[in-house]
């Protein structure tokens, strides 16, 4: 980067968190560090509610998930809006009603300590996994900036973000998130404008939306049926509903955002706000990577995108095969970019007939390209033992890094990065607040001051931080980012949805019942998500909430036949 892009970088990223410590300042209690004093308005509540579910990972990953797999994606978000609705109608009305710091100090009073013991513990390995997750993504950034080993910039990131959380707590947090979903939608809205800009002159937004539609990357609705795809309008609608239903009304990173809010209506018009933004957010961030897509019809694209891979294999044995690869794709760029000029002649004549021809030939052609971007990919993992070669995540930065103009590069690269640690500030902040209030204030220490929970509540979060910095070191493995924090929610969300549900509507089932179902359900979904052609992911939150619901119902019914016979 530039001298230019340093400081825009380094005076965005500054400003906003010396205004966030300084606001901050004065925490002096377990429900100011935790809660913010629950006196945030309802904007702050929701922009915050935005801020923690828009990580790194969003802006990284989402635009190479549709350089690749078209904007299919979107349909994930699809029940958002109506899981917004019953969270308001029945999750925010009991949590306030009961002044709770966390969703699952309800559950103690309504079954028994084990099952709260339980559903804590199951969102803190799912949460604490997925964090570290989260602090991968920037180290990408700097890695690939700094052209340095991806463990020195994990170990610095997740540094910078542990000590920013450790001072501040959920009132720095929240503070700061409010100017980063500004800042993060201006950088959005001119990222987007010049991928547009640094198209050819002849080529419009609706030119390059026609070139990606024929290849197959407009899908942003699929109505077919099939347990297997990962996103369709019914994944998403149902099996979306069911992990944003347990997304936002069980896990705390979440819960710990909204019960900040001065009261119920300013809680429920926060989380509003975020249903009807979420899902056009999302729209326009893989838009973005259509429109990246688009333009690397225009200009030869790298076979593999990520810099420091590249790099390495250069000084390896596969050197020659890889370079072999490369002089075969640019031959076939050129090739396709002839293709794509013709269409885009086809398509100002509208000649349909050539148009269809053309398209045919440009599917064909991306399909090889393809190909050999993948043998490229097998021989990055050959030189690299134990990674995953998808470099869907480089992508977008490879594309600004290389294409956007000095200042511009500064500020997304900051937006990312705000984005980082905004979200994994709020994961720390309720991993922190789940150990203390369900385990240490109740097992450990229950009647100490304020000023000792305080303590604890930042050793916890140094602690928690720390085990997220090594979990980020294994997260090269997992392939696309955006993918694998969802797949990794969806192996628990199920289960712990269920609790809840069995706790609203099911009165008459008790906690003995509700535990077993627990852990029989929790062991039959890891079990399905292992076998060799699983269902898709989005499934599993609802076979999860629904079987452990059966299973509860049953367990009580043999329980009190049990409890009947003489």
Request: proline share 2%; hydrophobic share 50%; net charge positive.
């Given at each position: 980067?530039?001298?230019?892009?340093?400081?825009?970088?380094?005076?965005?990223?500054?400003?906003?968190?010396?205004?966030?410590?300084?606001?901050?300042?004065?925490?002096?209690?377990?429900?100011?560090?935790?809660?913010?004093?629950?006196?945030?308005?309802?904007?702050?509540?929701?922009?915050?509610?935005?801020?923690?579910?828009?990580?790194?990972?969003?802006?990284?990953?989402a635009?190479?998930?549709?350089?690749?797999?078209?904007?299919?994606?979107?349909?994930?978000y699809?029940?958002?809006?109506?899981a917004?609705?019953?969270?308001?109608?029945?999750?925010?009305?009991?949590?306030?009603?009961?002044?709770?710091?966390?969703?699952?100090?309800?559950?103690?009073?309504?079954?028994?300590?084990?099952?709260?013991?339980?559903?804590?513990?199951?969102?803190?390995?799912?949460?604490?996994?997925?964090?570290?997750?989260t602090?991968?993504?920037?180290?990408i950034?700097?890695?690939?900036?700094?052209?340095?080993?991806?463990?020195?910039?994990?170990l610095?990131?997740?540094?910078?973000?542990?000590?920013?959380?450790v001072?501040?707590?959920?009132?720095?947090?929240?503070?700061?998130?409010?100017?980063?979903?500004?800042?993060?939608?201006?950088?959005?809205?001119?990222?987007?404008?010049?991928?547009?800009?640094?198209?050819?002159?002849?080529?419009?937004?609706?030119?390059?939306?026609?070139?990606?539609?024929?290849?197959g990357?407009?899908?942003?609705?699929?109505?077919?049926?099939?347990?297997?795809?990962?996103?369709?309008?019914?994944?998403?609608?149902?099996?979306?509903?069911?992990?944003?239903?347990?997304?936002?009304?069980?896990?705390?990173?979440?819960?710990?955002?909204?019960?900040?809010?001065?009261?119920?209506?300013?809680?429920?018009?926060?989380?509003?706000?975020?249903?009807?933004l979420?899902i056009p957010?999302?729209?326009?961030?893989?838009?973005?990577?259509i429109?990246?897509f688009?333009?690397?019809?225009?200009?030869?694209?790298?076979?593999?995108?990520?810099?420091?891979e590249?790099?390495?294999?250069?000084?390896?044995t596969?050197?020659?095969?890889?370079?072999?690869?490369?002089?075969?794709?640019?031959?076939?760029?050129?090739?396709?970019?002839?293709?794509?000029?013709?269409?885009?002649?086809?398509?100002?004549?509208?000649?349909?007939?050539?148009?269809?021809?053309?398209?045919?030939?440009?599917?064909?052609?991306d399909?090889?390209?393809?190909?050999?971007?993948?043998?490229?990919?097998?021989?990055?993992?050959?030189?690299?033992?134990?990674?995953?070669?998808?470099?869907?995540?480089?992508?977008?930065?490879?594309?600004?890094?290389?294409h956007?103009?000095?200042?511009?590069?500064?500020?997304?690269?900051?937006?990312?990065?705000?984005?980082?640690?905004?979200?994994?500030?709020?994961?720390?902040?309720s991993?922190?607040?789940?150990?203390?209030?369900?385990f240490?204030?109740?097992?450990?220490?229950?009647?100490?001051?304020?000023?000792?929970?305080?303590?604890?509540?930042?050793?916890?979060?140094?602690?928690?931080?720390?085990?997220?910095?090594?979990?980020?070191?294994?997260?090269?493995?997992?392939?696309?980012?955006?993918?694998?924090?969802?797949?990794?929610?969806?192996l628990?969300?199920?289960?712990?949805?269920?609790?809840?549900?069995?706790?609203?509507?099911?009165?008459?089932?008790?906690?003995?019942?509700?535990?077993?179902?627990?852990?029989?359900?929790?062991?039959?979904?890891?079990?399905?998500?292992l076998?060799?052609?699983?269902?898709?992911?989005?499934?599993?939150?609802?076979?999860?909430?629904?079987?452990?619901?059966?299973l509860?119902?049953?367990?009580?019914?043999?329980?009190?036949?049990?409890?009947?016979?003489?």
């Open positions: 980067m530039s001298v230019t892009d340093w400081c825009v970088l380094l005076i965005t990223l500054l400003s906003i968190v010396v205004y966030g410590v300084w606001k901050s300042r004065g925490t002096k209690n377990i429900e100011g560090y935790l809660l913010a004093d629950r006196q945030l308005p309802w904007y702050q509540v929701g922009l915050s509610v935005m801020a923690t579910q828009a990580s790194a990972i969003t802006f990284l990953s635009p190479g998930q549709a350089y690749g797999d078209g904007m299919r994606f979107v349909q994930f699809f029940g958002l809006p109506l917004m609705i019953v969270i308001c109608i029945a999750f925010i009305p009991v949590f306030s009603r009961m002044n709770v710091y966390t969703a699952y100090e309800y559950l103690e009073q309504r079954f028994d300590n084990k099952t709260r013991s339980l559903t804590a513990f199951l969102f803190l390995l799912q949460r604490g996994l997925s964090t570290g997750i602090i991968y993504a920037p180290a950034i700097l890695s690939t900036i700094l052209g340095v080993g991806i463990t020195y910039t994990t610095l990131m997740g540094g910078l973000v542990i000590l920013y959380t001072y501040g707590g959920t009132k720095a947090v929240s503070y700061t998130q409010m100017f980063q979903m500004a800042v993060i939608f201006s950088g959005l809205f001119f990222a987007g404008y010049m991928v547009v800009h640094l198209l050819p002159e002849e080529v419009g937004f609706t030119d390059a939306l026609h070139i990606a539609g024929k290849m990357k407009m899908n942003a609705l699929d109505t077919t049926f099939d347990w297997n795809n990962r996103y369709n309008i019914w994944s998403g609608l149902i099996g979306g509903l069911f992990l944003q239903l347990s997304y936002f009304g069980t896990d705390q990173s979440q819960v710990g955002r909204y019960l900040t809010g001065k009261s119920v209506a300013e809680s429920r018009i926060g989380l509003i706000m975020n249903g009807l979420k957010m999302q729209f326009l961030i893989l838009l973005i990577g429109l990246v688009a333009f690397y019809q225009f200009h030869t694209p790298p076979v593999y995108f990520n810099k420091v590249v790099a390495s294999i250069q000084n390896s596969y050197r020659n095969e890889y370079n072999a690869l490369q002089e075969q794709y640019d031959v076939l760029q050129q090739g396709k970019r002839k293709q794509v000029d013709a269409y885009i002649a086809a398509l100002h004549q509208q000649d349909k007939a050539q148009q269809q021809w053309l398209g045919v030939q440009l599917k064909q052609a399909a090889q390209s393809e190909a050999i971007r993948t043998s490229a990919a097998e021989l990055i993992k050959k030189n690299t033992a134990n990674k995953d070669a998808n470099d869907r995540d480089y992508v977008f930065l490879s594309f600004v890094m290389d956007l103009p000095v200042g511009l590069v500064g500020l997304l690269i900051a937006i990312i990065f705000l984005a980082a640690m905004g979200s994994t500030a709020s994961g720390l902040n991993l922190a607040s789940t150990t203390i209030v369900d240490y204030k109740r097992f450990h220490k229950k009647l100490e001051n304020e000023a000792h929970y305080l303590s604890a509540s930042r050793w916890a979060t140094i602690l928690w931080g720390l085990f997220c910095v090594v979990v980020a070191f294994f997260a090269s493995r997992v392939g696309n980012l955006i993918e694998a924090v969802n797949i990794l929610g969806s628990f969300y199920g289960t712990i949805l269920g609790i809840f549900l069995v706790a609203f509507w099911m009165k008459k089932v008790k906690g003995t019942a509700v535990f077993y179902a627990a852990l029989l359900t929790e062991v039959i979904v890891i079990v399905i998500s076998q060799e052609h699983p269902i898709a992911f989005l499934w599993l939150n609802v076979i999860g909430c629904l079987l452990l619901m059966l509860a119902a049953c367990f009580q019914f043999c329980f009190v036949r049990s409890a009947k016979k003489p």
